[in-house]
């Protein structure tokens, strides 16, 4: 099996992340002061990561089924007039397994819903490719679209939004069964749609067909959004923040549920959240995103208990008790409340630590919204450098100038940080020794 880190780079393209400078670790400048915010837009532009000069780590998601749909070095930039542009994606690269759930895990403005969006085929990438069973994906018609849309469905996070107020749960349901199924009979559409609704534990499905959304509960509309989507029985399935606006007692429910449809229709499934705590139990593999770009990646169990890059310790530290997630969903033993689905909320002590202002920003955020609007100022990536580095209380002069490549550190980890020998000397430790 191929992780689509094993790929190499498309020819031709220089690196984005710049390469190490010689003479080593540089030490802590005493009494640097705080890097001046500057927006993602200002950022320089992404020219891909750096060829491999080693073994890649291998994906664990890949140990569940065969590969599905894979993201190559995919970049996205916008551009928001006077000349700006906003690198909202940078040199992303992951893999999307059958029967396996990747968690793409980052605070608001980081480039979840981008990176869904490009899957999805709702936004053309600036750079690199994506693939669907082995075959790159060109979204260039209408037609094109709908053949894609056939196997990579999107759900957003806000059902409300993504149904139409005006139209039955019967009619959001029809339509994608005659579309995507060609069913030819009223009656065979309606068997498919009773089916549909069954199978996201909407029953009696007669009691439901009439309803309008705004006379469904939150769950209950997610749960139509979902049988939606999985009437094109797509084989890949992108969930964006899909439990965020839920309410915390049916979230776990929720998630319970995409499990068992992941499960059952062999789903390769993109579970895009701010939340690590969710993602820990419900993911095979977790990637975290910070700037647009993955910053570390790993299995979930794994990279949450013993996290490497500063990033992603400050997310398991600011996530509520953390050890008591349990499994509830793997183990089928756990309930709602030894399951902590809040945003995090920032550590009182570290300053330089700042607040990350995660779940606010809804899955259509105004442009820039996230970025300039929801945090405070002066926590936005740094323009240079690591993403990270502006926040960072590890960040040293290199950190600040040269953008660390995702490098291996162990068989199934891979962290983006220089300073690692700091962050997580006992994880570095063992990929130097060779250790898996
Ligand atoms: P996330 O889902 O992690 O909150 P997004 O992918 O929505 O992040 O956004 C990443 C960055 O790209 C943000 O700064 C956002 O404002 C910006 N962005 C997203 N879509 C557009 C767009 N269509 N035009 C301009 N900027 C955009
Ligand atoms: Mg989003």
């Not at 990176?115 to 600036?126: C, D, K, N, S």
Request: glycine share 10%.
């Amino acid at each position: 099996m191929t992780s689509p880190t094993d790929t190499p780079q498309p020819p031709g393209r220089t690196p984005h992340r710049s390469a190490p400078r010689p003479g080593g670790e540089t030490p802590l400048v005493p009494g640097a002061s705080p890097r001046t915010p500057v927006p993602p837009e200002a950022r320089e532009a992404p020219q891909g990561r750096p060829p491999a000069r080693e073994a890649r780590e291998r994906s664990v998601a890949a140990e569940r089924g065969p590969l599905a749909m894979e993201a190559v070095s995919l970049d996205k930039d916008f551009r928001l007039g006077r000349g700006e542009v906003l690198h909202a994606v940078r040199g992303v690269s992951f893999g999307l397994y059958r029967g396996a759930v990747v968690a793409l895990v980052g605070e608001s403005g980081s480039g979840k819903s981008t990176v869904a969006r490009l899957l999805a085929g709702q936004e053309h990438p600036t750079g690199g490719s994506i693939r669907l069973d082995g075959e790159p994906v060109e979204v260039s018609s209408r037609r094109a679209f709908r053949q894609h849309k056939s196997k990579v469905q999107l759900v957003f996070q806000d059902p409300f939004s993504s149904l139409n107020p005006v139209h039955t749960v019967r009619y959001h349901l029809e339509r994608p069964v005659k579309l995507h199924r060609g069913t030819r009979s009223a009656d065979e559409t309606a068997r498919e749609v009773t089916a549909l609704l069954e199978q996201v534990r909407l029953t009696p499905a007669g009691k439901f067909l009439p309803k309008f959304p705004h006379e469904l509960s939150g769950g209950q509309r997610q749960r139509v959004s979902f049988a939606r989507a999985l009437a094109a029985r797509p084989r890949v399935l992108l969930a964006d923040e899909p439990v965020s606006m839920l309410d915390v007692s049916i979230r776990l429910e929720m998630l319970s549920l995409l499990d068992d449809l992941r499960r059952r229709f062999q789903l390769a499934l993109l579970y895009i959240t701010h939340d690590i705590a969710s993602a820990r139990y419900f993911a095979d593999e977790v990637l975290v995103m910070y700037g647009g770009e993955i910053v570390e990646r790993g299995p979930a169990e794994e990279l949450t208990q013993s996290p490497a890059h500063p990033y992603t310790q400050l997310l398991v530290a600011s996530a509520p008790d953390p050890d008591n997630l349990g499994s509830a969903l793997r183990g089928g033993t756990g309930h709602a409340g030894r399951l902590s689905l809040r945003p995090p909320v920032p550590p009182a002590t570290s300053g330089a630590h700042s607040a990350p202002q995660d779940g606010t920003a809804p899955g259509g955020t105004a442009p820039g919204a996230a970025a300039a609007g929801r945090r405070p100022a002066g926590t936005g990536p740094a323009a240079t450098g690591c993403p990270f580095s502006a926040r960072c209380p590890l960040a040293d002069d290199r950190c600040r100038t040269d953008d660390p490549p995702l490098r291996r550190v162990s068989a199934v980890r891979a962290a983006a940080c220089w300073r690692l020998d700091v962050a997580a000397p006992g994880i570095l430790a063992q990929s130097q020794g060779g250790g898996t």
